[in-house]
Protein backbone atom coordinates (compact mmCIF):
# COMPACT_ATOMS: atom_id res chain seq x y z
CA UNK A 1 0.00 0.00 0.00
CA UNK A 2 1.37 3.38 -1.02
CA UNK A 3 0.67 6.48 0.72
CA UNK A 4 0.88 9.77 -1.02
CA UNK A 5 0.72 13.52 0.89
CA UNK A 6 -0.74 16.24 -0.50
CA UNK A 7 -0.61 19.75 0.87
CA UNK A 8 -3.22 20.97 2.65
CA UNK A 9 -6.01 23.03 0.74
CA UNK A 10 -5.69 26.48 2.35
CA UNK A 11 -9.14 27.69 4.03
CA UNK A 12 -10.31 31.02 3.33
CA UNK A 13 -11.86 33.22 5.73
CA UNK A 14 -15.05 35.51 4.73
CA UNK A 15 -16.04 38.84 7.33
CA UNK A 16 -19.48 39.35 7.10
CA UNK A 17 -19.64 40.46 10.64
CA UNK A 18 -17.14 43.03 10.19
CA UNK A 19 -18.61 44.12 6.97
CA UNK A 20 -21.91 44.60 8.28
CA UNK A 21 -20.55 46.78 11.24
CA UNK A 22 -18.59 49.03 8.36
CA UNK A 23 -21.87 49.34 6.85
CA UNK A 24 -23.56 50.17 9.34
CA UNK A 25 -20.81 52.92 10.36
CA UNK A 26 -20.77 54.14 6.86
CA UNK A 27 -24.58 54.24 6.45
CA UNK A 28 -25.09 56.29 9.26
CA UNK A 29 -22.11 58.70 8.51
CA UNK A 30 -23.73 59.22 4.90
CA UNK A 31 -27.32 59.76 6.39
CA UNK A 32 -25.26 62.65 8.58
CA UNK A 33 -23.62 64.27 5.88
CA UNK A 34 -26.38 63.91 3.61
CA UNK A 35 -28.83 65.64 6.29
CA UNK A 36 -26.04 68.69 6.93
CA UNK A 37 -25.52 69.10 3.57
CA UNK A 38 -29.64 69.16 3.31
CA UNK A 39 -29.48 66.97 0.40
CA UNK A 40 -32.07 64.60 2.64
CA UNK A 41 -34.93 66.11 4.89
CA UNK A 42 -33.93 65.53 8.50
CA UNK A 43 -36.03 62.60 9.86
CA UNK A 44 -34.78 59.87 11.93
CA UNK A 45 -36.83 56.93 9.47
CA UNK A 46 -34.64 57.97 6.54
CA UNK A 47 -31.80 58.02 8.47
CA UNK A 48 -32.27 54.08 9.88
CA UNK A 49 -33.35 53.09 6.21
CA UNK A 50 -29.90 54.16 4.84
CA UNK A 51 -27.84 52.79 7.88
CA UNK A 52 -29.97 49.41 8.03
CA UNK A 53 -29.23 48.94 3.96
CA UNK A 54 -25.58 49.84 4.08
CA UNK A 55 -25.19 47.37 6.84
CA UNK A 56 -26.87 44.59 4.69
CA UNK A 57 -24.66 45.52 2.15
CA UNK A 58 -21.33 45.18 4.13
CA UNK A 59 -22.69 42.05 5.33
CA UNK A 60 -23.03 40.51 1.49
CA UNK A 61 -20.15 42.25 0.52
CA UNK A 62 -17.84 41.14 3.46
CA UNK A 63 -19.14 37.09 2.18
CA UNK A 64 -19.28 37.01 -1.03
CA UNK A 65 -16.43 39.37 -2.07
CA UNK A 66 -13.11 38.26 -3.15
CA UNK A 67 -10.61 37.45 -0.03
CA UNK A 68 -7.26 39.24 0.18
CA UNK A 69 -4.37 37.20 0.06
CA UNK A 70 -2.85 36.26 3.26
CA UNK A 71 -0.56 38.90 5.00
CA UNK A 72 1.93 36.10 5.79
CA UNK A 73 2.88 33.00 3.48
CA UNK A 74 2.49 29.36 5.63
CA UNK A 75 5.36 28.49 7.07
CA UNK A 76 6.26 25.94 4.57
CA UNK A 77 6.62 28.58 1.54
CA UNK A 78 9.22 30.83 3.96
CA UNK A 79 12.77 31.03 1.95
CA UNK A 80 15.29 29.58 4.63
CA UNK A 81 18.08 31.30 6.14
CA UNK A 82 21.22 30.60 4.50
CA UNK A 83 23.91 28.84 6.72
CA UNK A 84 26.74 31.41 7.67
CA UNK A 85 29.92 31.39 6.45
CA UNK A 86 32.54 29.07 8.11
CA UNK A 87 35.91 31.41 9.07
CA UNK A 88 37.74 29.80 6.14
CA UNK A 89 35.44 30.88 3.45
CA UNK A 90 34.80 34.66 4.92
CA UNK A 91 38.52 34.86 5.30
CA UNK A 92 40.08 36.70 2.29
CA UNK A 93 42.48 34.19 -0.03
CA UNK A 94 46.06 34.03 1.02
CA UNK A 95 48.57 35.76 -1.43
CA UNK A 96 50.79 33.05 -2.81
CA UNK A 97 53.69 32.23 -0.50
CA UNK A 98 57.70 34.13 -1.96
CA UNK A 99 59.83 31.11 -2.63
CA UNK A 100 63.05 30.74 -0.29
CA UNK A 101 66.65 31.85 -1.83
Not at 18 to 23: L, T
Request: aromatic share 6%; charged share 10%; proline share 15%.
Amino acid sequence: MTTTLTAAKPTVDYHPIRGAIYGLCFGLGLALVLMVFKILALSLPMMLVLAVVFMVLGGVWGRFAPPRGAKNPPAATKPLMAAAPTVAEAAPPQPPAAPNP
